[in-house]
Each structure stands twice: as structure tokens, then as C-alpha cells.
Nanobody, 119 residues
């Protein structure tokens, strides 16, 4: 089970840190990802991190502004979001993947946390 939190409402240029905690004892074996879904748009890959944390992958739209990290001892993956823009507003989901790092469909999904950025 994946539980994301940390969303909220901020002004453009602000920052938020999302967290996603997983239950179970095998978190460290999963690739983790963050996705977002805005109304009227398709779900979009935001960032991913390999099981060890040694590799990361970002969507072009967030490169240089967002940072994904994980703490396997705490079964938690984070998404630090800086320099937020109104177009970053969306429902953000974390997801887990048994395979290697990629931008496609992941195996397990958690409930989302809403991020709203006002101009």
C-alpha cells in the first residue's frame, strides 16, 4: 500500500515536498515513481528513482526544479518541488514498479495528493 502526502496550495515560485510511504518489507526492491494527472490531461510521468536510489529520471518539464529521493530505511520516497508553476497543478500519485526505471506504466499505485499552484 502506498500513501502519498504533502500536497497543498502555494503561489508560483514556491516549494512543496511530497512524501510517499509504503507498507511492507520489500520497499527497497522496487523502482519508485511520481506521476501527475491534471483535469483534462493525460496522466504524466514526473520522476522516477531506481530501487537503490542510484539512478533517477525526470520529465523535461520538471528537470532542474524537482528532485526525487528515497529513504529505504523509512520505506519512503520524496519529491521536492521548487520553483513551482501554475502548470504543475495536478493530483500527484506515487507508484511502485518491480522492473527497472522507466516512464511507462507502473505495477502499483497509491492515492494521490493534490498540488495547486496559483499565479
Amino acid at each position: 500500500q502506498l500513501q502519498a502526502c504533502g500536497g497543498g496550495s502555494v503561489q508560483a515560485g514556491g516549494s512543496l515536498r511530497l512524501s510517499c510511504t509504503a507498507s511492507g518489507h520489500t520497499f527497497s526492491s522496487y523502482t519508485m515513481g511520481w506521476f501527475r494527472h491534471a483535469p483534462g490531461k493525460e496522466r504524466e510521468f514526473v520522476a522516477g528513482i531506481s530501487a537503490s536510489g542510484g539512478s533517477t529520471l525526470y520529465a523535461d518539464s520538471v528537470k532542474g526544479r524537482f528532485t526525487i529521493s528515497r529513504d529505504n530505511d523509512k520505506n519512503t520516497v520524496y519529491l521536492q518541488m521548487n520553483s513551482l508553476k501554475p502548470e504543475d497543478s495536478a493530483l500527484y500519485h506515487c507508484a511502485a514498479e518491480t522492473g527497472t526505471l522507466h516512464e511507462g506504466e507502473y505495477d502499483y499505485w497509491g492515492r494521490g495528493t493534490q498540488v495547486t499552484v496559483s499565479s
